[in-house]
């Protein structure tokens, strides 16, 4: 009698019989064995098939198998330490379910655009794997912190009344012929509810119409956003830093293989210890301005540089290595994969010493009362090793509802999470202006129609408390912490300003 499993409990099962059902990942013939690696949506699982054993024309049938072919297979569950997950299955039955040919992603290098074309088939490969399991993991401990620390969960509606991130962002729809937009934010349904349960969170797909086509935007983005009643700025930032250092924890504890697999830096992760850094806006201002910056951006154009010049030599070599001949057939292609690798990276460094000089410019000539933009965040962000929280940003550049700071009129008590490693802000959050005259005012200066914010007005009436809360993106904090670079590849089915491919 054999067992139904998946790869990922194969290790109860060592000694024992089971099948396995899944897609041919590879597969590599060897006169009377093949080696054929199965995944299953757990994991991979080397599978020895004997032509002894399965007789002449199975064995043959299989050794035609192309990639993605689906298939089950039974056998005997050993271990095998040079495989992955520790354990091989010795096969005695095979039962093809449809038999794929020129499946289109080979392990080769394709092109983004290619793969994004491709995304319904490119979600099998290991890296969005890798990545899916890792959001999976990100999602629930989201949950699971809001849940166990006394937050009633509370959606808010896509279709809003509202603008509470700007209007020039807003995607309008017609709503039999009312014109609504869709959601930006839940935060202002969500003050009214915090009225009511005291601490709560909405979690949901959010939308922003930005012309923005850099690696940290997309139009539809997950958002997970706390508001808290009773709460000062104190209170908040500790609550960031305790819920983001509790989504790292569970991604090391659940996922240290998918971490791996994609060579993110498991080390810079766990080195994540509270507190974070803090910094005033004033003070960010003043490092970009400084010498130390100047210096800074210096010294890494030098690394760049000479990262450059290494991996140049390294292409040289194999270059001449190939001329020369006489290499076997898995040393060209092992060294083919590496020219390509090696192409890539040159290209992204190639990027980074032409923005180089531009970001540091950008950081000199920058001056109090803008808002930080992209390469600011990534050059304060590339500074410390773990995340920084920026406060006390200019009220000018922020939004209508933040709470003007009582002692210094010219700032709002905000703050933005800016995550480690260059890689900029994942969470936006302030403490909520709660006098009523003080936030019709900032309406007013916004050109907002007064009669539509009417009930959220109404919260600074009755009852009013210090009330505050922040949005963590999703996809940015899975691409922390994947090391991924570009946001594009942390949710299933990416919507682009440029583009929308399925
Ligand atoms: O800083 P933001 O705009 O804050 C708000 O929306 C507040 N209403 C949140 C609150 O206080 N309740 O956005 C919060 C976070 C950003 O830090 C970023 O992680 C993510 O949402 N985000 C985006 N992610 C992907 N693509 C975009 N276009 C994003 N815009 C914001």
Request: proline letters at 3%; glycine letters at 8%; one cysteine or more.
């Amino acid at each position: 009698m054999q067992a139904k499993t998946s790869i990922d409990q194969l290790q109860v099962f060592i000694g024992k019989n089971v099948t396995l059902s899944g897609w041919l990942y590879h597969n590599r013939p060897s006169g009377k064995v093949q080696f054929l690696v199965l995944r299953d949506g757990t994991g991979l699982c080397q599978c020895v098939i004997e032509k002894d054993t399965i007789g002449e024309e199975l064995f043959e049938q299989i050794k035609h198998l192309g990639q993605e072919s689906s298939l089950s297979v039974t056998g005997l569950v050993r271990e095998e330490s040079r495989s992955p997950g520790g354990v091989e299955l010795a096969v005695t039955a095979v039962e093809i379910h449809c038999g794929t040919m020129d499946y289109p992603i080979t392990p080769k290098e394709h092109g983004i655009d290619f793969l994004l074309k491709n995304r319904h088939l490119h979600l099998r490969s290991l890296k969005p794997w890798c990545i899916g399991r890792i959001r999976h993991t990100v999602i629930d401990a989201i949950r699971r912190f809001f849940n166990d620390n006394g937050f009633t969960l509370v959606d808010t509606p896509i279709f809003t009344t509202i603008a509470g991130e700007g209007e020039q962002t807003l995607f309008e729809v017609d709503y039999f012929g009312q014109p609504l937009h869709l959601a930006q934010t839940g935060q202002l349904y969500l003050e009214s509810a915090a009225m009511s349960f005291g601490k709560v969170y909405c979690f949901g797909p959010t939308f922003r119409a930005e012309k923005s086509k850099t690696r940290r935007h997309l139009t539809e983005f997950w958002m997970v956003e706390p508001e808290v009643a009773y709460i000062d700025m104190e209170g908040l930032l500790s609550l960031a830093e305790d819920f983001v250092h509790s989504i790292i924890q569970r991604v090391l504890k659940d996922n240290r293989s998918e971490l791996e697999t994609l060579e993110a830096d498991i080390a810079a992760l766990e080195a994540i210890q509270k507190p974070f850094y803090r910094l005033t806006y004033t003070e960010a201002a003043d490092i970009l301005t400084s010498d130390r910056t100047r210096e800074f951006m210096a010294k890494q154009l030098d690394e760049f540089e000479g990262e450059k010049k290494t991996l140049e030599q390294e292409l040289a070599n194999i270059e001449a290595a190939d001329a020369k001949g006489g290499l076997k057939k898995w040393q060209q292609d092992k060294n083919a994969r590496r020219m390509l690798e090696i192409r890539g990276e040159l290209d992204e460094l190639n990027t980074k010493i032409e923005n180089n000089p531009k970001h540091a410019k950008l950081a000199a000539e920058f001056r109090w009362g803008k808002d930080l933009g992209g390469s600011d965040e990534t050059i304060i962000s590339l500074m410390h090793d773990r995340p920084v929280f920026v406060t006390h940003y200019p009220r000018d550049a922020k939004a209508f509802y933040m709470k003007q700071d009582r002692e210094n009129g010219n700032v709002v008590e905000n703050f933005d999470l800016l995550a480690s490693a260059g890689f900029g802000e994942i969470i936006g959050g302030s403490v909520r202006e709660d006098d009523h005259e003080r936030l019709l005012a900032r309406i007013h200066e916004e050109g907002y129609n007064p009669e539509q914010y009417q009930w959220y007005l109404d919260l600074r009436k009755y009852g009013s408390v210090p009330h505050g809360g922040f949005g963590l993106g999703v996809e940015r904090t899975v691409a922390w912490i994947a090391g991924e670079k570009h946001i594009r590849q942390c949710i299933a089915f990416p919507r682009l300003m440029d583009k929308v491919y399925l």
